[in-house]
T-cell receptor, first 113, second 112 residues
Framework: KAGVTQTPRYLIKTRGQQVTLSCSPISGHRSVSWYQQTPGQGLQFLFEYFSETQRNKGNFPGRFSGRQFSNSRSEMNVSTLELGDSALYLC????????????FGQGTRLTVV | TQLLEQSPQFLSIQEGENLTVYCNSSSVFSSLQWYRQEPGEGPVLLVTVVTGGEVKKLKRLTFQFGDARKDSSLHITAAQPGDTGLYLC????????????WGLGTSLAVNP
């Protein structure tokens, strides 16, 4: 059974640009959550999608958005990038209907210069 | 707002030593999980605890959930270099729609 796949693994962007990150969950999992991880703030929850609908949302500005497709794959978009957006972006998948156990991808390391 | 406190923040020990890390909150969890994260990788789920007072063992790792379900500990016996990593706890508070709340983690280094 394939794990959670995130692409790309590494990304360098300049301030003001936008970026789209992709996540393919474990087959059969309908929930995808996105997190931002930085050394000082730890794992910060961005949002969760379940069956193409946003089910939970964290406290991030509107520049951060996401969506989920009918095959459960999810994308996250960040517009007007700022230096402070540099972080490891993690995607986690789960069944979404039972326990909250999350299975993470390897993450996308975004560097904004 | 940081709702889960993990301690210590950093720990550096020699191979063969024992250690305990802690995860504390002022609120009651409906469930709590421990993860380990290695550099450049995503966190990997180690265990889920649900019942107050529950103890679970995973080889040399022992996880305990407090009776009041407000705290948890992870004890590692005879640590090995392969145990090096960031240990994260994450909890779900009753009634918060299944959203995981994360601690900042304990960064463990086991030196050979």
């Amino acid at each position: 059974k394939a794990g959670v796949t995130q692409t790309p693994r590494y990304l360098i962007k300049t301030r003001g640009q936008q970026v789209t990150l992709s996540c393919s969950p474990i087959s059969g999992h309908r929930s995808v959550s996105w997190y931002q991880q930085t050394p000082g703030q730890g794992l910060q929850f961005l949002f969760e999608y379940f069956s193409e609908t946003q089910r939970n949302k964290g406290n991030f500005p509107g520049r951060f958005s996401g969506r989920q497709f009918s095959n459960s794959r999810s994308e996250m978009n960040v517009s007007t990038l700022e230096l402070g957006d540099s972080a490891l972006y993690l995607c986690a998948s789960s069944l979404g209907t039972q326990g909250p156990e999350a299975f993470f991808g390897q993450g996308t390391r975004l560097t904004v210069v | 707002t940081q709702l889960l406190e993990q301690s210590p923040q950093f720990l550096s020990i020699q191979e063969g030593e024992n250690l305990t890390v802690y995860c504390n909150s002022s609120s009651v969890f409906s469930s709590l999980q421990w993860y380990r994260q290695e550099p450049g990788e995503g966190p990997v789920l180690l265990v889920t605890v649900v019942t107050g007072g529950e103890v679970k063992k995973l080889k040399r790792l022992t996880f305990q959930f407090g009776d009041a379900r407000k705290d948890s500990s992870l004890h590692i016996t005879a640590a090995q270099p392969g145990d090096t990593g960031l240990y994260l706890c994450a909890g779900v508070y009753a009634g918060n729609n299944r959203k995981l709340i994360w601690g900042l983690g304990t960064s463990l280094a086991v030196n050979p």
